[in-house]
């Protein structure tokens, strides 16, 4: 497993098709059923950055509410810190494969309570409590090269990190 610090892109040139879905996504964002929909119409063909041994953050959208879509790109073995997410996170796996390792904080610490596979056209999405950014806590290790699609209702980054 590698934990690493991975790179934030911006500026990613998509096509148009692409680009007028974007902000159904984020209009979206209570809805899983609608995500999941508009998910599966996400042609991930675009050459998003490679990181060795990491993975590469790639910024599509990001609106005035500060809601963000993101495409995660991971080279196998790759794994993020321990996390907490924003009020709505959707996760959903273009290509390869995600483990995702599920944790609880507990007066003890935190304690794993759940481990996911996810292949492509699976996903995740939780709802938590709004202006907590300690939802949904998780680490995420590709278990191979892989591509995944992320919607918050907010900067991903201010997700409290654990480890
Ligand atoms: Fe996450």
Same mark, same amino acid.
């Given at each position: 497993m590698n934990t690493c610090k991975a790179e934030t892109h911006t500026a990613i040139d998509l096509p148009e098709d692409l680009l007028a879905l974007l902000p159904e996504f984020t209009a979206s964002l209570t809805d899983e059923a609608r995500l999941l929909s508009l998910a599966a119409r996400f042609r991930p063909e675009h050459n998003f950055p490679y990181a060795p041994h990491c993975y590469s953050r790639s910024i599509l959208l990001r609106d005035d509410s500060g809601a963000e879509i993101m495409v995660a790109r991971w080279d196998q073995g790759a794994t993020t810190p321990i996390h907490g997410h924003p009020q709505f996170a959707f996760v959903y796996v273009l290509n390869g494969q995600l483990q995702m390792e599920q944790y609880q904080e507990t007066d003890q610490g935190l304690v794993l309570t759940d481990t996911l596979v996810k292949s492509k056209g699976q996903h995740v999405y939780a709802a938590g409590i709004a202006g907590?950014? !300690?939802?949904a806590i998780h680490r995420v290790t590709a278990l191979s090269p892989s591509l995944s699609l992320h919607v918050y209702? !907010?900067?991903?980054?201010k997700g409290k990190a654990f480890s």
């Open positions: 907590h950014y !300690d939802n209702s !907010d900067d991903a980054l």
